[in-house]
């Protein structure tokens, strides 16, 4: 069925996009698996085609072309399951801060290299002991003249092995009441002394994507490097988790629906008792399910799209649609698994990679139930 979000010229750039993916990025996805980081050719090759940052403005590089062209990139990435090219957090999640926070020292800094390819971008967020609570963060950020002085650690960051500047999180003023207006953001780069990466962390799945620790040991930064006001951090960065969570959800639902047309594949090719897995009641019965479901996924993410390119606030809404799809994803990967029976357990089929990478999409950008708790306090049960 047409997707009427997208128009004439939107069609022409899926078409270009899904040209270089399977020509440039999909006979790259084993070697990346095998050595748990992407490589930073393709990341340029990406960059050089138009494909990074596709909605930032023309005055650094961009094309200014609007999020529904990003959203693009996301579906064909996960179409041909290059979920290790953490495109949608560089260019959609991360350069967002740049564009509408950094100042325009900032952004003629760092915008054309990230635009280009040459600087790839992660957030630190996350720390050992504090998951969601993002108001309790311990990385400490002390002003020291016109230096501020970065003392902690984060864990699970994504890029954080091949990343080259981290919009980094944490508390400028351990005594602020309450704790989130003590928040501040602040740009490293892969560089700068006491900054220093640690291991590239083992996961049940997305091997090509490199999740690490980061820690912070006396890393002195210019002041000229905070992004945005002190104490405006965590206000930041509830401005910008609508798009986060967005992400999210157009990736998985499209992780599902190459999951699904994998295992209609598989059915109809795969005998059993003397007949196709196709002709068996059940095998048809779920496989429509999982249709029915993903097309109405769809249509809600659709929608979402088109309200967020309209500027409206839909947080409740992206707040559902993340962990609804994210759940159907995890669902759809084992169903379709358990259709493929004993094969399906066998890493030469990609519906086993589906089902270890599923695993964490309703953990990160919030969990799951966080997703719950701002729906629930939206619509009054506080």
């Not at 290059?82 to 325009?104: F, K, N, Q, W």
Request: glycine share 10%; proline share 3%.
């Amino acid at each position: 069925m047409r997707r009427d979000v997208f128009s004439e010229e939107h069609d022409l750039f899926r078409a270009q996009f899904r040209r270089f993916a399977e020509a440039e990025i999909e006979p790259r996805i084993p070697e990346w698996n095998a050595r748990g980081m992407t490589d930073r050719e393709t990341w340029r090759r990406c960059g050089a085609e138009g494909f990074l940052g596709p909605n930032a403005p023309e005055e650094y590089g961009g094309a200014g072309a609007g999020f529904l062209f990003s959203a693009i990139v996301m579906e064909e990435l996960s179409r041909v399951r290059a979920h290790a090219m953490m495109v949608s957090l560089h260019s959609d999640i991360v350069m967002p801060y740049l564009i509408h926070y950094g100042t325009e020292e900032q952004k003629r800094r760092y915008l054309p290299g990230a635009i280009s390819g040459e600087i790839i971008l992660g957030i630190a967020m996350t720390e050992p002991g504090t998951g969601s609570d993002l108001a309790n963060v311990q990385t400490r950020a002390v002003r020291d003249g016109d230096e501020y002085v970065l003392d902690g650690a984060k864990t699970f960051i994504s890029n954080g092995q091949i990343g080259n500047l981290f919009v980094v999180v944490a508390k400028s003023d351990p005594g602020a009441d309450p704790p989130h207006r003590g928040i501040s953001l602040f740009l490293v780069e892969g560089d700068t002394p006491g900054f220093e990466r640690g291991r590239n962390l083992e996961k049940l799945g997305l091997k090509g994507q490199d999740t690490s620790e980061l820690f912070f040991h006396e890393c002195r930064i210019p002041v000229a490097n905070r992004l945005g006001q002190e104490g405006q951090g965590f206000k930041i960065l509830m401005q910008q988790l609508q798009q986060e969570r967005l992400c999210i959800a157009v990736a998985s639902i499209a992780s599902c629906r190459r999951s699904l047309d994998d295992t209609l594949a598989y059915v109809k090719e795969r005998e059993a008792f003397g007949q196709r897995i196709a002709g068996f009641q059940n095998t048809q019965f779920k496989l429509a399910e999982l249709a029915t479901e993903i097309e109405i996924g769809q249509a809600f993410i659709d929608k979402l799209l088109v309200a967020h390119v309209r500027g409206d606030d839909v947080v409740s809404e992206v707040s559902m649609a993340k962990w609804w799809s994210t759940d159907l994803q995890k669902k759809v990967a084992a169903e379709c698994l358990q259709l493929h029976g004993g094969y399906g357990f066998m890493a030469e089929y990609p519906i086993s990679a589906d089902y270890a990478d599923a695993a964490v999409q309703s953990i990160y950008a919030g969990s799951n139930e966080i997703m719950k708790v701002i729906i629930a306090r939206r619509l009054g049960l506080e």
